[in-house]
């Protein structure tokens, strides 16, 4: 032992020297080291520590390969005939064809907003009685509009002997034939709900 004096060896304690007979070799004789019951209790000691430890780390990754297996078991439906890549692939294939789906879906989406835009959104009716000689709220005049205020308005004028029909067009709320009160009335109310 280069460095360090027997003495300071056998100073420390945890080695005794002993000087033991060896046969001769081509460099000279090597003495016998011997390690002491304290030194070796330690050292066993040490030994069986880490012996622990690296049973309970082989523990925990049995454990974590467990874990990642079940995860695997879910995600490889095809059973134990399927690869890995195989099932990546097939993956990457599904995803493809649903980005076409959803392209496919957010065009007929724009479509049939486009359409709805001109349905009939707006609807306003109002109910009145024009003429003194006939009862009740008979007569009507109804807007029916899209989201852009196009569309007509319906009126009717009811009498004892009569009814009439009116249709009149709409455009951006307003139209190019006079409006009776009555129709105005049904167009604002179409248009904004909350008057």
């Not at 069986?48 to 995860?71: K, N, P």
């Not at 509009?145 to 004028?157: I, K, M, R, T, Y």
């Amino acid at each position: 032992m280069r460095g360090f004096s027997r003495a300071a060896l056998a100073w420390s304690g945890a080695v005794s020297f002993r000087h033991v007979e060896a046969p001769a070799y081509r460099s000279g004789y090597r003495p016998r080291v011997t390690l002491d019951a304290s030194a070796q209790s330690t050292i066993l000691l040490a030994l069986a520590a880490v012996v622990l430890l690296l049973l309970v780390w082989v523990a925990l990754l049995q454990r974590s390969e467990a874990r990642l297996r079940s995860r695997l078991r879910r995600v490889l439906t095809g059973g134990e005939t399927t690869s890995l890549d195989q099932i990546l692939d097939q993956q990457v294939q599904r995803l493809d064809g649903l980005s076409g789906r959803l392209d496919a879906l957010t065009k007929l989406h724009h479509e049939l907003e486009a359409i709805t835009q001109r349905a009939i959104q707006k609807v306003g009716v109002v109910r009145y009685n024009p003429f003194s000689d006939a009862g009740g709220d008979q007569s009507f005049a109804i807007a029916l509009l899209d989201a852009e205020g196009n569309g007509l308005v319906v009126s009717s004028l009811h009498s004892r002997t009569e009814t009439r029909v009116f249709a009149k067009p709409v455009r951006a709320g307003r139209s190019t034939y006079s409006l009776s009160d009555e129709e105005q009335q049904a167009v604002k109310k179409a248009l904004d709900p909350s008057a």
